[in-house]
C-alpha cells in the first residue's frame, strides 16, 4: 500500500521525503509533520516500523502491485486484480544492530548479493500472484477497494499463482541496462488495463510525463525499453529520435501508406453515474487494517515496533502537538498502543 490516496498530494510526499532543503538533512520531522494531515499513511508506517521495514537484500523481498488493475477477457468480462511478488528463497529482514553492521561494511550489500547470485547460477525467482476481485462486490467492503493505502483479506480473495520471473544473467552495462529503464503503469498489454484507482489515473499520466522529462520525448525507442518484435507506425520524429525513416508519410491514416491494423482486444466498458467531484471518499476507515496488523504480532514484536515510533517521535523537532496528534492516531489502530507509546514520551494518550 502507499502513504497517501490523493494523487496531487504525490510531489508533496516526495519533497517531504527528501532531504531538508536548508541542510539537505533528510529528517524525520518533516514526514511526520506532512503525514500528520493524512491519517492514511498508518497502514503503510505500520509496514516501515514493522520488522519486515529493512529487507536484508532483494532476492529476499517480496513486493506488491499497490494499484488495482482490470483484467478483461476475451468476452469482455472484468475483474479487478492486483499483484503479488513473493520471493521462493523466503523473505528476511534485518534488525536495526543487523542492519548497522551490514550497511557499515558494504552499503551496496543488497546489489552484491543480486549481482553475486546470478554470477554464480543461483538464479533469484519470484512467484507472481494475483487476487482477483468481482466490481460488483466492492460497494460489500468496510473499506474501498480502490483505495492505495488498504490491502486486501487473503482470507476472503486468496492468493493464486499465475507465473514467476527469474533473473538468470547480470547486466553488462548499468547505464543502458538499468538507468535508462522507464517503467510506467501506462503501459499494458491486452488483457490488463486500468480501473478508477484515482492514484493509478494519476500515475498513468505522471510516470510517462517523467519519463519524456528524464530520457526525452523517444525514450520508449531505447534497446531497454523497446519491444522485442519490430513495431510498425507512422508516428516518428521528435527530439532524440535515431531511428532513420526514409518514408514520405509520418501521419496515420494513410492511403499511400497503408498499415495493418492491430488485433482489437476488448477493454472495460462501465456506465458511469453522478456528479464528478474532488472530494473524500466515504471509506476512509483508516485505522482499522493497521490495528488488525499489529495485534497479529508476538508481544516481542509488538516491543519493538513500539520502540521505533517512541524514538521516531521523540526527535526535538517533532514538536508537542505533532506527538499528540501522532499517538491519538495509534491509539485508534489500537488503545494499547497507543498508551504505551504515549507511556516512553512520558505523555497522555488523547482519544
Known amino acids: 500500500?502507499?502513504?497517501?490516496?490523493?494523487?496531487?498530494?504525490?510531489?508533496?510526499?516526495?519533497?517531504?521525503?527528501?532531504?531538508?532543503?536548508?541542510?539537505?538533512?533528510?529528517?524525520?520531522?518533516?514526514?511526520?509533520?506532512?503525514?500528520?494531515?493524512?491519517?492514511?499513511?498508518?497502514?503503510?508506517?505500520?509496514?516501515?516500523?514493522?520488522?519486515?521495514?529493512?529487507?536484508?537484500?532483494y532476492r529476499h523481498m517480496e513486493g506488491f502491485g499497490v494499484n488495482t488493475y482490470t483484467f478483461v477477457n476475451k468476452e469482455g468480462k472484468t475483474n479487478?486484480?492486483?499483484?503479488?511478488?513473493?520471493?521462493?528463497?523466503?523473505?528476511?529482514?534485518?534488525?536495526?544492530?543487523?542492519?548497522?553492521v551490514v550497511g557499515g561494511k558494504n552499503h551496496s550489500h543488497a546489489t552484491q548479493d543480486l549481482y553475486d547470485s546470478i554470477a554464480a547460477g543461483n538464479y533469484p525467482e519470484w512467484k507472481l500472484y494475483v487476487q482477483v476481485m468481482d466490481p460488483d462486490t466492492e460497494d460489500k467492503y468496510d473499506f474501498d477497494p480502490l483505495d492505495d493505502t488498504?490491502?486486501?483479506?487473503?482470507d476472503i480473495l486468496p492468493l493464486q499463482p499465475v507465473g514467476r520471473l527469474v533473473l538468470n544473467r547480470n547486466i553488462d552495462n548499468f547505464f543502458n541496462e538499468n538507468e535508462q529503464?522507464?517503467?510506467?503503469?501506462?503501459?499494458?498489454?491486452?488483457?490488463?488495463?486500468?480501473?478508477?484507482?484515482?492514484?493509478l489515473q494519476c500515475r498513468v499520466f505522471a510516470y510517462a510525463d517523467t519519463q519524456r522529462y528524464r530520457l526525452g520525448p523517444n525514450y520508449l525507442m531505447l534497446p531497454v525499453n523497446a519491444p522485442k518484435c519490430a513495431h510498425h507506425n507512422n508516428h516518428y520524429d521528435g527530439l532524440m529520435n535515431f531511428m532513420h525513416r526514409e518514408e514520405e508519410v509520418d501521419y496515420y491514416p494513410s492511403r499511400h501508406a497503408p498499415l495493418r491494423h492491430a488485433e482489437r482486444f476488448p477493454i472495460p466498458n462501465r456506465i458511469l453515474s453522478g456528479r464528478r467531484e474532488k472530494t473524500i471518499i466515504p471509506k476512509q476507515n483508516d485505522f482499522k487494517q493497521p490495528g488488525e496488523r499489529?495485534?497479529?504480532?508476538?508481544?516481542?514484536?509488538?516491543?519493538?515496533?513500539?520502540?521505533?515510533?517512541?524514538?521516531?517521535?521523540?526527535?526535538?523537532?517533532?514538536?508537542?502537538?505533532?506527538?499528540?496528534?501522532?499517538?491519538?492516531?495509534?491509539?485508534?489502530?489500537?488503545?494499547?498502543?497507543?498508551?504505551?507509546?504515549?507511556?516512553?514520551l512520558n505523555m497522555r494518550p488523547n482519544m
Request: proline share 7%.
Open 181 to 199: 529503464l522507464a517503467f510506467g503503469p501506462g503501459l499494458v498489454v491486452p488483457g490488463i488495463y486500468y480501473s478508477d484507482d484515482k492514484m
Open 150 to 154: 488498504k490491502t486486501w483479506p487473503e
Open 80 to 100: 479487478y486484480v492486483k499483484f503479488h511478488w513473493k520471493p521462493t528463497c523466503g523473505m528476511k529482514c534485518l534488525l536495526e544492530d543487523e542492519a548497522i
Open 294 to 344: 499489529y495485534r497479529t504480532w508476538a508481544p516481542d514484536r509488538q516491543e519493538r515496533f513500539i520502540m521505533r515510533w517512541a524514538e521516531a517521535l521523540a526527535h526535538p523537532k517533532v514538536s508537542y502537538e505533532l506527538r499528540s496528534i501522532w499517538i491519538n492516531y495509534l491509539s485508534k489502530c489500537d488503545a494499547s498502543l497507543g498508551q504505551k507509546v504515549a507511556n516512553r
Open 1 to 57: 500500500m502507499f502513504f497517501i490516496r490523493d494523487g496531487i498530494k504525490f510531489p508533496d510526499v516526495i519533497h517531504a521525503f527528501k532531504p531538508n532543503p536548508k541542510s539537505h538533512i533528510q529528517e524525520y520531522w518533516r514526514v511526520f509533520d506532512f503525514l500528520s494531515h493524512h491519517p492514511e499513511s498508518l497502514h503503510t508506517f505500520f509496514f516501515l516500523y514493522d520488522d519486515v521495514g529493512v529487507p536484508s537484500d
